[in-house]
């Protein structure tokens, strides 16, 4: 089983820039892929990116491509998203989620493809 946790989120003004972050506890990352997916005023959580840990692999959505970047961090065992030139339309609360690894390739982009989630982390993006 394994239970995430989502931390860094917050408030802050169009065009900062913010890193939120993604613990795993009762397991490590290894084998798994790990994505963020947000949620905002609308009723469906919208893929943002994602990373084979193994491999590792990118994913992103193309509404943040050159504005986000996922990254591993293995001492610590998490997954992080820096998000550079935000946007007031990127404010949502911003999901973890993990599977285990199926593919060296296929890097999943819906909902439900992932098994594990966390509670969620608000960021709000002011203009």
């Known amino acids: 089983q394994v239970q995430l946790v989502e931390s860094g989120g917050g408030l802050v003004q169009a065009g900062d820039s913010l890193t939120i972050s993604c613990a795993a506890t009762g397991r490590t990352f290894s084998d798994h892929v790990v994505g963020w997916f947000r949620q905002g005023s609308g009723p469906e959580r919208d893929f943002v990116a994602a990373?084979?840990?193994?491999?590792?692999?990118?994913n992103y959505a193309d509404s943040v491509k050159g504005r986000f970047a996922i990254f591993t961090d293995a001492a610590k065992n998490r997954v992080g998203l820096r998000m550079d030139n935000l946007k007031p339309e990127d404010t949502a609360v911003y999901y973890c989620?993990?599977?285990?690894?199926?593919?060296?390739?296929?890097?999943?982009?819906?909902?439900?493809?992932?098994?594990?989630w966390g509670q969620g982390t608000q960021v709000t993006v002011s203009s």
């Open positions: 989620a993990a599977v285990p690894q199926h593919s060296y390739t296929y890097i999943p982009i819906n909902t439900d493809e992932y098994d594990y």
């Open positions: 990373v084979n840990w193994n491999v590792p692999r990118k």
